[in-house]
Every structure is written in C-alpha cells, then in structure tokens.
C-alpha cells in the first residue's frame, strides 16, 4: 500500500493565477499520475510523471497549462495555470495502477485538492 | 480510443434492496478494477479482475468479469446505508507497465433509511 499526502486540500483562487498542487508518498515510486475529477464527474488522467524525464500528458492537456515537476521518486507537483473558472475541479495525484502481465496493481490516491476559481 | 461506460448512472434504492452497476468497454480488456469513492472523498481500490469469466465476491458485493473481457457489474446485496458512494469500474487495455487504467462514467447509490 502507498500513503500520500496531497496539499493544499482546498483553495479558491483568482482568475489569472496560478495554483501549485504537491503531491508526497510515503515510497518510492517510478510513475506518479495526476487526474481531475469535475463535479459529479469520473477521473480524467490528465498526465503520467516520470522521475527524470518529461512528464506524458493526454490528449486535450498541455504542459503549459498543467506543468508538472517530478525532482525525486516520493513528490511530484502540478501547476494549473493562468486559471479560469472551468478549472474549478478536484485534482488529484494517484500511484501505483501500474500495468503487468499478472493484471496490474491497485492504484492510490491523495485526498485531493478542491479548487475553485473565481 | 478507449472508452469505458457505466450505467446506470444514478440508482436511489430503499435500505435492503439490491443494488447493481454495470460496466462497458468499447475496447477488450486485459484486467478491470472496480473502487468506491464516499462523497467528499478520494477513490478507493475495492478488487480486480484478470480472467475471463470471473467472479469474486467480497461480503455482500460480487463482482463479475464478462467472458469477452469487454463488460464487468458489480451486485450489492440487501444495500446497507454505509454502501452509499460513487463506484467506478476502471479498465486496462494493455499489458505494459506503461499502461493506463481508464476510469468509467461512475454510478452514484444513494440509500434511503
């Protein structure tokens, strides 16, 4: 199992601004992922960060808007950017729910961080 | 790419009733893993399915993979009021370590004393 801590848990932020989400896990971990929950929606993957090398993001997000920094194999942080109010959303980073030939493993989330833009 | 449905979307259902969500891949599967998220809450994993045809139970909730490896459901039984969340299938298409889990649309219970 994997523990990770997500912060911050909530914030309300001015349109044009800039939020930096961090993400800490409690092991080593070579893929962290980064998803956004809209309200009432399911999870989007929004990107995969790799340590040591660029993050891989999915269609319809862009480095950008999303940066993301990977500097060691416990802690990743997204950066929403230049936010308007679509980017009200639930962000939440996620480990393991790595792939195999014996099926794969669980994945584990962060509590998730509540942003709303104004 | 790959697309994965859950229906229905909402269910109300009175204490002690069953409950069932059902899960749609447009692509086959390699393995399907199902998680509940509590209101307010993150996702949490609950189990996950590899072989063709599988079933696995947990209590009161069994879990069943289709034999084209394109369709999984999730039956509670006689629902309890702490069975209240949001369940989500999600679904692998590879078998990389790269590959991606896709999460369904979700099915919201909610539970009436």
């Known amino acids: 199992s994997a523990v990770i801590s997500q912060k911050p848990s909530r914030d309300i932020c001015q349109r044009g601004t800039s939020l930096t989400i961090q993400c800490q896990v409690d092991s080593q971990v070579t893929m962290m992922f980064w998803y956004r929950q809209q309200p009432g929606q399911s999870l989007t993957l929004i990107a995969t960060?790799?340590?040591?090398?660029?993050?891989?993001?999915e269609s319809g997000f862009v480095i950008d808007k999303f940066p993301i920094s990977r500097p060691n194999l416990t802690f990743s942080t997204l950066t929403v950017s230049n936010m308007s109010p679509e980017d009200s959303s639930i962000y939440l980073c996620?480990?393991?729910?790595?792939?195999?030939?014996?099926?794969?493993?669980?994945?584990?989330f962060g509590q998730g961080t509540r942003l709303t833009v104004v | 790419g790959q697309q994965v449905m859950q229906i229905p979307q909402y269910q109300h259902v009175q204490e002690g009733e069953d409950f069932t969500t059902y899960c749609n891949s447009s692509t086959t599967l390699s393995n399907i893993q199902w998680y509940k998220q509590r209101p307010g809450g993150h996702p949490v994993f609950l189990i996950q399915?590899?072989?063709?045809?599988e079933v696995k139970k947990q209590k009161r909730l069994t879990f069943q993979f289709g034999e084209a490896k394109k369709n999984s459901s999730l039956h509670i039984t006689a629902t309890q009021t702490t069975d209240v969340g949001t369940y989500f299938c999600a679904g692998r298409e590879g078998y990389s370590s790269a590959s991606k889990i896709i999460f369904g649309s979700g099915t919201r219970l909610s539970i009436r004393p």
């Open positions: 996620s480990v393991g729910g790595g792939g195999g030939r014996a099926g794969g493993t669980e994945a584990f």
């Open positions: 399915l590899v072989k063709s045809g």
């Open positions: 960060a790799n340590q040591g090398s660029e993050a891989t993001y």
